[in-house]
């Protein structure tokens, strides 16, 4: 039997194959929340990866206004800044919203858009149904703008708005769209809706077992109003402050750090992390938007 016929692989046939491990910088902290490890001297070192990991698809979750989308922007931004094509592939907001919306973050982060405008390409179905309804149709699409542009990145916002009202199919085609960048070896980002009733300590709060189970890693962002004086005295905000947190899910690509961070969102719309929430709690960090 001729190897490409094969089924199987001796490890060590895969070698040729495997990914460099190098982070794919997002322009946030998140680039140093990402490790690997080195030996130097012949011992185990620490080090940032610099970024999400390279090749990953990365599901980027939470509930309604947690700022998925805002974070899905700000790395197409960076990356498309830095000179590498982003396919932005947009399924809630309309193709014109979403340049206002970039170009609006790109000039309060002081980014050449002249720049970025010929780096991230633009599929928006949003507005189309076929696009939507046929996971094919859509990949094909994908592919041709892949191969034209030679994409380095793709985002998809949202995954779950490709299966909003077939779910029992969404594990069917996250996965479809997962072993199609894998096989166009693009670094991704999946935003997928949680539903508000979901714990963000639960598996759904990753997207559902759909999502989270597939894909290389999770991000989960979330929101809390400040509503009681327990929870001024916790978190030492005024009632009616909300407080933003953002965590990486897992990982299985490389190690990652595991607790949670507060951000705020900048009054250009853009994600700044800021510390930890341990931080916070005990009085030593800054947080929440009033």
Same mark, same amino acid.
């Given at each position: 039997m001729k190897r490409?016929?094969?089924?199987?692989?001796?490890?060590?046939?895969?070698?040729?194959?495997?990914?460099?491990?190098?982070?794919?910088?997002?322009?946030?902290?998140?680039?140093e929340?990402?490790?690997?490890?080195?030996?130097?001297?012949?011992?185990p070192?620490?080090?940032?990866?610099?970024?999400?990991?390279?090749?990953s698809?990365?599901?980027l979750?939470?509930?309604?206004?947690?700022?998925?989308?805002?974070?899905?922007?700000?790395f197409?931004?960076?990356?498309?800044?830095?000179?590498?094509?982003?396919?932005?592939?947009?399924?809630?907001s309309?193709?014109?919203?979403?340049?206002?919306?970039?170009?609006?973050?790109?000039?309060?982060l %002081?980014?050449?858009?002249?720049?970025?405008?010929?780096?991230?390409?633009?599929?928006?179905?949003?507005?189309?149904?076929?696009l939507?309804?046929?996971?094919?149709?859509?990949?094909?699409?994908?592919?041709?703008?892949?191969?034209?542009?030679?994409?380095?990145?793709?985002?998809?916002?949202?995954?779950?708005?490709?299966?909003?009202?077939?779910?029992?199919?969404?594990?069917q085609?996250?996965r479809?769209?997962?072993?199609?960048?894998?096989?166009?070896?693009?670094?991704?980002?999946?935003?997928?809706?949680?539903?508000?009733?979901?714990?963000?300590?639960?598996?759904?709060?990753?997207?559902?077992?759909?999502?989270?189970?597939?894909?290389?890693?999770?991000?989960?962002?979330?929101k809390?109003?400040?509503?009681?004086?327990?929870?001024?005295?916790?978190?030492?905000?005024?009632?009616?402050?909300?407080i933003?947190?953002?965590?990486?899910?897992?990982?299985?690509?490389?190690?990652h750090?595991?607790?949670?961070?507060?951000?705020?969102?900048?009054?250009?719309?853009? @994600?700044e @992390?800021?510390?930890?929430?341990?931080?916070?709690?005990?009085?030593? %960090?800054?947080?929440?938007?009033?």
């Open positions: 490409e016929d094969r089924k199987y692989y001796e490890l060590d046939e895969l070698k040729e194959k495997a990914p460099k491990l190098f982070g794919v910088p997002t322009g946030t902290k998140l680039d929340m990402f490790w690997k490890v080195d030996f130097e001297g012949g011992r070192v620490k080090k940032p990866l610099g970024g999400i990991p390279y090749l698809i990365i599901n979750t939470g509930i309604p206004d947690s700022g998925k989308s805002l974070l899905a922007e700000q197409a931004l960076h990356q498309a800044n830095q000179g590498y094509k982003v396919l932005f592939v947009t399924v809630e309309p193709a014109n919203f979403l340049y206002t919306s970039l170009k609006t973050k790109s000039l309060y %002081g980014l050449d858009f002249e720049r970025i405008s010929s780096n991230i390409i633009v599929v928006d179905a949003s507005e189309n149904a076929e939507r309804e046929d996971p094919r149709a859509l990949m094909d699409t994908m592919a041709y703008a892949i191969k034209e542009k030679q994409t380095n990145n793709v985002i998809i916002d949202s995954i779950t708005g490709l299966y909003e009202h077939k779910e029992m199919m969404a594990r085609i996250v479809q769209f997962f072993n199609f960048l894998k096989k166009w070896r693009q670094t991704s980002i999946f935003v997928s809706q949680k539903r508000s009733a979901q714990g963000a300590e639960t598996a759904e709060a990753a997207g559902g077992l759909a999502v989270a189970h597939i894909v290389d890693g999770s991000i989960v962002l979330d809390k109003l400040i509503e009681s004086r327990w929870e001024m005295s916790t978190y030492k905000l005024p009632i009616g402050s909300v933003r947190t953002i965590r990486i899910d897992g990982c299985r690509l490389t190690g750090d595991t607790r949670t961070w507060v951000f705020n969102i900048s009054e250009g719309g853009t @994600i @992390i800021v510390s930890p929430l341990e931080d916070l709690v005990r009085g030593g %960090g800054d947080g929440g938007n009033r």
